[in-house]
């Protein structure tokens, strides 16, 4: 499982999830609610998403976040 330490990785979970399920930037966007150049920058870490935002792109493309306490 990668670890996400900041948007850059988060971005770029989403873009490869999305190219594995072969979903289009335009529908992804459409599914979540937000605007394509918005996900876009998210998805190359050039701009940061709520916390709700990138919930909702992580339900669309069936991955759980998951928070665990450091060691």
């Known amino acids: 499982m990668p670890k996400i ?8 979970l ?14 992804l ?4 609610g937000i605007d394509q150049g918005n996900l876009s920058k998210i ?3 050039s701009a ?6 990138y919930l ?3 339900n669309a493309l069936g ?3 998951l928070a665990e306490p450091r060691a």
């Open 29 to 32: 966007a459409s599914i979540a």
């Open 48 to 53: 940061k998403a709520t916390l709700d935002t």
């Open 56 to 58: 909702r792109l992580c």
């Open 43 to 45: 998805e190359r870490g």
């Open 63 to 65: 991955i759980d976040l």
């Open 14 to 27: 989403i873009r490869s999830r999305r190219e594995a399920l072969k979903i289009k930037q335009g529908d």
């Open 5 to 12: 330490l900041d948007a850059t990785d988060i971005g770029a």
